[in-house]
């Protein structure tokens, strides 16, 4: 069982860098208190275990305390200094660690980055506390153990320390998290020789300084020209260069210090001479890493403005886009609706030409030729209506995975041998709520589209996965979704054409390769769904497409199927004498629908708008058993509202609803089916009388 106070997972390999690091650092400064006199400059292995206690998870302290101690007594046994006096400075030691640790915890958000002046002021102003109070029984216990003066021991442990929390403990926590690169694109070996000129001029002029010699006449060299190096360390490595240059110029008074004795800096003695030149440090080191700081503060918060800047250009961009492509849309309905109109005439006239015997054969083939065109036609007009949002959509609770596996066969169909088809679906169950045959022709597109992408061959890969979007972006919000992706090997798009890729129309393939709706179709598609598609583009490597779906949190039905064939129509059954009563605006397809109807041997009444219906019905209603009617008509009656009307009055009445697109249509309020309750125009006269079947049918029973 393991117990409390061990942590649950060792982090291992920073528990042993920290452990060596601290090691090393306390064998170096007994030996600088060996050969140097009775103090060592600073103590480092403090201000690295406190690096340890900000890093390392809360449930590591033991162990860190633990490790502390024991490399502590280690090192002072092999040195000669395992005392009862170096026991109570280690318990001195460990008071103020956890003293500044606590500050901290409570002052700043850990883990510490020191990216701000605000963190680097929090950690000497706490560390400058921490050690204050521990100097006092630090001097007490000096005092009564080796007879120095309380002040000067308390000064010196207080200053010692302090050069420990101010070079080492950041130094140690910008090695664990390190900042952005300062040589990031620069040449390594250029770097690398100008560190080595910063540290051959600091060892230089520290020689210098230290000393107070003598340069030009009478001009003596002194300390404070230590910042020129400093400067131009932290100006060129930021906060890890300018620590570097610190602990090298301590070094070099230290050792100049326990060589000759004594230092020009000052002091009557070489402990007098070590205090003025430890106060120095720790000024330099004070000043150099808040300057440090303060540039790395003010690149990250370019570096931040930046981003924002780009963001911003981009959604603005994609406003444009989007603005841009709904006037399209409104434009690409409104000819819709009215073309629709003119080709289910034209359609129905055709049928009707069909029927009369005395045409000949050659006019028999041109009307097949027009019915083909026609057809065309109207599969353009579809696909405008999918792109503007404007075509009809009945979702679905199903499983997108299902959808693609179903699909894979008839897409097999169009890839051609020299292309590689794969599909990789995602492990679990992905629900969407979605028109399966809308989303299987956004699937179609794409694959088409990546097909004609690589004409001498290539790999195109399918898969699907499952995403999370944490916060809101741009164009989708937070949330769970669903994501097809279509990926090809092919040449890429050039950057120009992304903007308009999926504009209507536009397309760079040769003319009559391509009419440039099948992007539109698939991007107004994925939009009327709430989603978006994402495309990832490298001229010479390939494209991706993202199909971004909201997964649906309704449960999946058992016998969730993907049927998109909704236009199929029944074999004629007979059906008992029925008045059916049409309303529809346009007067040649009002006509033509009635004769078709009539020589079905229907009983058909024919008005010209809603209102007009409305009107008409308190007297001859009761006579009709069904009703089609066009969804946008003049006069402020619309087929929705009609139908709504009258079936306040006939609950059950069976209504076939037609038209060639709805910009008002609500699913929430009526539910339309192609092929059951609905008539895409244009329509052949076997799918109308199709539709009416199914609905006289379902009326009996």
């Not at 070996?189 to 060892?203: C, K, T």
């Amino acid at each position: 069982m393991r117990a409390r106070w061990l942590p649950a997972v060792f982090d291992s390999r920073r528990l042993a860098g920290f452990a060596v690091a601290t090691f090393v650092a306390h064998v170096l400064s007994l030996l600088f208190i060996r050969f140097g006199g009775p103090l060592a400059p600073a103590w480092p292995p403090v201000g690295i275990a406190l690096a340890a206690l900000l890093t390392l998870p809360r449930d590591h302290r033991f162990v860190i305390l633990a490790g502390y101690v024991g490399i502590d007594t280690v090192s002072n046994l092999l040195q000669g200094y395992a005392t009862h006096t170096a026991s109570a400075y280690l318990v001195v030691s460990l008071c103020e660690m956890l003293t500044a640790e606590a500050v901290l915890r409570r002052s700043v958000e850990l883990p510490l980055r020191l990216s701000r002046v605000r963190e680097v002021l929090m950690v000497l102003v706490s560390t400058a506390l921490a050690s204050a109070l521990a100097s006092i029984p630090a001097a007490f216990i000096a005092n009564i153990s080796l007879g120095e003066p309380l002040l000067s021991s308390a000064a010196v442990w207080w200053i010692g320390d302090m050069i420990a929390y101010a070079v080492f403990t950041p130094l140690t926590l910008l090695m664990v998290s390190p900042p952005p690169s300062p040589v990031q694109g620069r040449r390594r070996w250029s770097w690398m020789a100008e560190a080595a000129l910063i540290a051959g001029i600091v060892l230089v002029v520290g020689e210098f300084a230290f000393h107070e010699r003598k340069i030009i006449g009478p001009i003596d060299a002194k300390a404070y020209m230590l910042m020129v190096p400093m400067l131009w360390a932290t100006l060129r490595f930021g906060q890890i260069g300018a620590l570097v240059v610190i602990i090298e110029a301590a070094v070099i008074g230290v050792t100049l210090l326990v060589i000759e004795g004594a230092l020009v800096l000052g002091g009557v003695s070489i402990e007098g001479a070590l205090m003025v030149l430890q106060t120095f440090i720790i000024v330099l080191a004070f000043s150099s890493l808040v300057l440090a700081t303060a540039l790395r503060e003010q690149q990250d918060t370019a570096r931040h403005n930046a981003r924002m800047i780009d963001a911003l250009q981009a959604s603005e961009q994609r406003l444009r886009q989007s603005q841009k492509m709904e006037a399209i849309g409104q434009l690409a309905g409104g000819v819709a609706h009215d073309f629709n109109n003119v080709l289910a005439a034209i359609l129905m006239q055709l049928e009707e030409l069909r029927l009369v015997r005395d045409v000949p054969r050659m006019a028999r083939e041109l009307i097949v030729d027009v019915e083909t065109s026609v057809q065309r036609a109207a599969r353009l007009t579809r696909q405008l209506l999918v792109f503007s949002r404007q075509q009809a959509m009945q979702p679905q609770v199903l499983d997108l995975n299902t959808l693609v596996r179903s699909h894979v066969r008839l897409l097999r169909r169009v890839v051609p041998s020299t292309h590689a088809l794969t599909v990789a679906c995602h492990p679990g169950v992905l629900v969407v709520s979605a028109d399966g045959g809308m989303i299987e022709q956004v699937l179609l597109n794409l694959v088409l589209n990546a097909r004609d992408a690589q004409p001498g061959g290539g790999t195109i890969s399918i898969v699907t996965a499952a995403r999370t979007l944490a916060s809101s972006e741009a164009d989708l919000p937070a949330g769970a979704y669903a994501v097809l992706t279509v990926r090809d090997t092919g040449s890429g798009i050039d950057p120009a054409h992304l903007p308009r890729l999926f504009e209507p129309f536009f397309t760079t393939k040769a003319p009559g390769q391509g009419t440039g709706l099948g992007l539109a179709t698939a991007y107004g598609i994925v939009q009327q769904h709430g989603g978006t598609v994402r495309v990832t583009s490298h001229v010479g490597r390939g494209t991706s497409m993202e199909v971004w779906l909201p997964k649906s949190a309704l449960p999946l039905p058992p016998d969730a199927v993907v049927d998109s064939d909704t236009g199929a129509s029944e074999e004629a059954r007979p059906v008992p004498a029925t008045t059916i009563l049409i309303v529809e605006d346009e007067d040649t397809v009002r006509r033509l629908l009635q004769r078709v109807l009539e020589r079905e041997g229907f009983a058909v009444l024919a008005l010209a708008s809603g209102q007009e219906a409305l009107d008409w019905w308190p007297t001859g209603g009761s006579e009709v058993d069904l009703v089609i009617t066009d969804l946008v008509m003049p006069g402020g009656v619309s087929g929705a509202a009609l139908a709504k009307e009258l079936r306040r009055h006939r609950p059950g009445l069976p209504i076939v609803y037609t038209s060639g697109y709805d910009p008002e249509y609500n699913p929430d309020e009526i539910t339309m089916v192609p092929g059951e309750n609905f008539i895409p125009k244009p329509a052949t006269s076997e799918q109308i009388l199709g539709v009416v079947r199914r609905q006289l049918m379902a009326r009996m029973g």
